[in-house]
């Protein structure tokens, strides 16, 4: 193990020399060698528990304890079949909530993994981005606003460097960094040349060399920030598995006081009575709810995953089912982010450049230079070169083509001066550099070739033309001129960049403004997304709004959000009308604008407080170290997993991870269907319970004979919770999804159509069961076989019901409605094959007390079905019209 502790003490040069590194960082063979040496740069993992204590856990509920003391009751009194099945219903119970627990960990294991840090480093000469894990002590890490730390760091190079620290030092104001060393005995907050793991870079840009990794670092030596797996729960998880707390409690009670009248006032004996009221117990408390619940969750989290949606934090997943704004960012979210230079004003003339993506191959034309002369013999030297150098991107060539290592319009500009000059960057060496900031809104560095010294400056045409004085040939310069060459340009859907130069053997921020030789122009498109196009229109199908806020020129943004098909496309506010608006007059006329321009981080903040006043549920997307204000403030924050920062992506509830439109989209969609599957399991879990209970409690109320017995409604509440309950976690989509309008925020799981479902199942489960029961003790059956019509007739209704609840928003007689998924099939086969053994296997029928069941009782409790469906269905389409007249 490297011993760090003295790092913060030595030179860049020493501590260069102590890990064999080189400031160009290592090869990638090295790196390799000390990955095998050191481990990945990984943190110790919390402990957890082993899948005996997982299993055991599941025994720990009120409900068990109740069922575990009848088991010793029944055990005691020698029934033995009785006991089996109470025992039967338990451990099943315990397995299916172990399971479903395994699940929702592997589920949130796989998310940690792909939400997995990431790095840039120098390695082999050359920019690369790796995954945190396989940083190595000697890697030379690249460092700018936003991101975190990877590992910990000995700075060589920085630029206005700060970083948060509170973490470690609980020091909320971020500390400043740089190269020079400190005394040995620093305290940890007062070692200003080093960089810990885990803090975040709140401004500025440097250059670190790695001195130690994993449990290694300072973070690693202090045991905190464990990485653990994040418990699979939410506000809705926690509030049914309360619901269940106290619906257990009152069920108790209702029983224990069903117990008292059965045995005090109707005389029934004492063990019937009490198998009696364990049989209403379990049946109406939905014990498995929350882990079906959970599951739901968990399936929700790994469908959006497939669909490049990470979820951050779980309540996100029943939060996004409800937006009903979508602010969006523009460049490679709605578009392509594979920009290419386009267009070039020069003072000599206009330009125009061909080629596709980040290849540096292409065509030059126009007619920068007068006369005969091509304009390939007239290459734009100076601009080209300024496009190069004022550059920290790098470009790759891959078997699928060129991409890009950094900004894609950094990517872009050196393509294009690749074009010019093959090469710009051959026997130029960077000297310094002042990295972009939404506040100067420009880039500038200081680069040095064979003695001479050059500084270029690119950013914001707004703020590059105001520091330039003059034209490389000496002559006036005319800001305004330009601006309107940048507006037109701009109209022409390109986003525009404005560079300049000057010479100078320091890099002073003071000295640019007035002080720079225009350069020129340049004009960057990156066209929309075909799927962006489609997402959009889907979006507003199901009532959602799409707005675009973005940083470019008014005119490009109009442009793209024409091209996408945003609603109000022909009005767009810039930055410059947010700030002359203030919070009531935003507030009126945020709803009738899509388009907002030039806007900064602190604009976004404003625009969602804006959209929450009129009560919208508000996604917002981000990528900087300043977008974290309002992606906190946002219902959903959405960070971009690609160029988002480290900053955006804690701040944020979901990542996407290729920064694509289309995946927000598919998230809302995912979101809505797992809200639709919570409903159905809720739906289907808390009527069916009461029914299962109903006819015992109303048949002990009046004092008749039971028509099914306690033993077969274990039965039933056995194989059908285990079955039939769960299918419901796997629905698909359904069809209009997509097309109805957002839910309010304040919706309530537990409705009083809820309520009046469960009465209302209740009631006809009761009846029918009571119906057939009487129907076959009028033909003559024994008392068993009456009931064995009944306890046939409970899991037929059941099974039909579930296809009723399949479709809360059609009919279960639709083409969708009948066309159940795998889960639903196999799940029925199970519950109606178990069924079928009850019925007919004699050792079942001592057992459960049933007899074997005609083709005519099949029929007539077909029939029961099929009528009990036919009503629900007419009860939903008469519900569904009052909600819905037009």
Avoid at 124 to 150: C, F, I, M, S, Y
Avoid at 199 to 218: C, M, N, Y
């Amino acid at each position: 193990m490297i011993d760090q502790i003295a790092f913060h003490a030595r030179e860049k040069g020493a501590a260069l020399q102590a890990l064999n590194a080189t400031p160009d960082g290592l090869s990638g063979d090295e790196a390799a060698r000390r990955l095998s040496e050191h481990g990945p740069n990984r943190l110790p993992e919390a402990a957890r528990r082993g899948a005996l204590m997982r299993f055991l856990v599941q025994f720990n509920n009120v409900l068990i304890y109740v069922l575990l003391a009848a088991a010793l009751i029944k055990a005691l009194m020698g029934q033995w079949i009785d006991t089996s099945v109470i025992l039967a219903v338990v451990v099943l119970n315990a397995i299916i909530g172990f399971i479903q627990e395994g699940r929702a960990e592997a589920a949130m294991e796989a998310i940690r993994d792909m939400l997995a840090p990431r790095a840039a480093v120098l390695r082999d000469g050359r920019r690369q981005t790796v995954d945190g894990a396989d940083l190595v002590p000697g890697d030379v890490v690249l460092l700018e606003a936003g991101d975190k730390v990877p590992a910990d760091l000995r700075i060589l190079q920085a630029r206005g460097l700060a970083a948060q620290e509170a973490i470690l030092t609980g020091e909320s104001v971020p500390v400043e960094k740089g190269m020079t060393p400190v005394d040995a005995g620093a305290a940890l907050g007062d070692r200003s040349s080093m960089l810990w793991s885990g803090t975040l870079i709140t401004q500025g840009a440097g250059r670190g060399l790695v001195v130690a990794t994993g449990a290694g670092t300072e973070i690693g030596r202090i045991g905190g920030m464990l990485a653990g797996v994040e418990k699979l729960t939410t506000p809705l998880v926690a509030q049914m598995d309360r619901f269940a707390r106290w619906l257990s409690l009152f069920i108790l009670t209702v029983a224990a006081l069903l117990f008292a009248f059965g045995v005090f006032i109707r005389g029934n004996p004492l063990d019937e009575m009490f198998m009696a009221v364990v049989a209403v117990a379990v049946s109406s408390i939905p014990e498995g709810l929350p882990a079906v619940l959970t599951i739901t969750l968990a399936l929700g989290v790994q469908a959006m995953a497939r669909r490049n949606a990470i979820v951050r934090r779980l309540p996100a997943i029943e939060t996004v089912g409800a937006v009903s704004v979508i602010c969006t960012d523009k460049t490679g979210t709605l578009t392509r982010n594979e920009m290419i230079v386009a267009l070039a004003e020069l003072p000599e003339g206009r330009l125009e450049i061909t080629g596709e993506g980040y290849a540096p191959e292409g065509e030059i034309t126009g007619d920068a230079k007068t006369g005969d002369a091509k304009t390939r013999d007239a290459k734009p030297d100076a601009l080209a070169l300024a496009a190069g150098l004022c550059n920290d991107a790098d470009l790759h060539q891959r078997p699928d083509g060129w991409a890009v290592e950094g900004d894609p319009m950094e990517g872009a500009l050196l393509a294009f001066a690749m074009k010019a000059l093959d090469d710009p960057r051959a026997g130029w060496s960077r000297i310094d550099a002042i990295p972009f900031d939404s506040r100067h809104r420009y880039m500038a560095t200081l680069s040095e070739k064979d003695g001479t010294h050059l500084v270029h400056v690119k950013g914001a045409p707004e703020r590059v033309l105001g520091m330039c004085r003059a034209l490389p040939d000496g002559g006036a310069f005319d800001a305004q001129e330009w601006h309107d060459h940048a507006d037109r340009m701009a109209a022409e859907g390109t986003r525009v960049l404005a560079l300049g130069m000057m010479k100078a053997d320091t890099l002073e921020e003071g000295a640019l403004d007035g002080g720079l030789t225009f350069l020129g122009l340049v004009g960057l498109i990156d066209p929309p997304r075909p799927e962006a196009i489609e997402a959009v229109a889907e979006c507003r199908a199901a009532g959602i709004g799409v707005k675009m806020i973005t940083g470019d020129h008014a005119g490009t943004a109009g442009a793209i959000a024409a091209q996408v098909g945003l609603e109000h496309a022909d009005q767009v506010l810039t930055g410059a009308d947010l700030e002359a608006m203030d919070d009531a007059r935003l507030a009126q006329v945020v709803r009738e604008v899509d388009v907002f321009a030039r806007t900064t981080p602190e604009h976004k903040l404003r625009l969602v407080k804006a959209l929450q006043a009129h009560g919208l549920t508000v996604a917002m997307t981000g990528d900087g170290v300043n977008d974290a204000p309002a992606l906190k403030r946002a219902d959903i924050g959405i960070a971009m997993g690609q160029k988002g920062s480290e900053a955006a992506k804690e701040a944020s509830d979901l990542v996407l991870a290729d920064d694509n439109f289309a995946s927000i989209a598919a998230a809302v969609r995912e979101g809505r269907t797992v809200w639709d599957n919570i409903r159905k399991v809720i739906g289907w879990t808390l009527p069916t319970n009461a029914g299962e209970s109903s006819a015992i409690i109303i048949a002990i109320l009046i004092g008749v004979t039971l028509p099914i017995t306690a033993l077969q409604v274990l039965w039933v509440n056995m194989i059908t919770s285990v079955t039939l309950g769960i299918a419901l976690a796997f629905e698909p989509t359904e069809k209009a999804t997509m097309q109805r309008p957002p839910r309010a925020r304040s919706a309530s799981l537990l409705s009083g159509a809820l309520i009046w479902h469960v009465v209302l199942v209740g009631g006809l489960y009761a009846a029918a069961m009571f119906g057939i029961f009487h129907w076959g003790t009028g033909r003559g059956y024994a008392t068993e076989h009456a009931q064995t019509l009944a306890v046939t007739t409970l899991v037929v209704l059941k099974a039909f019901y579930l296809f009723h609840i399949r479709s809360i928003h059609g009919s279960a007689f639709s083409l969708s409605g009948l066309m159940a998924t795998r889960a639903v099939w196999v799940t029925l086969a199970l519950a109606l094959a178990a069924q079928a053994a009850l019925v007919y296997w004699p050792v079942m029928q001592i057992g459960f007390g049933t007899m074997a069941l005609s083709a005519l009782d099949l029929g007539v409790i077909l029939a029961l079905g099929v009528a009990f469906l036919i009503i629900i269905e007419l009860e939903k389409k008469v519900r569904l019209s009052l909600r819905d007249p037009g």
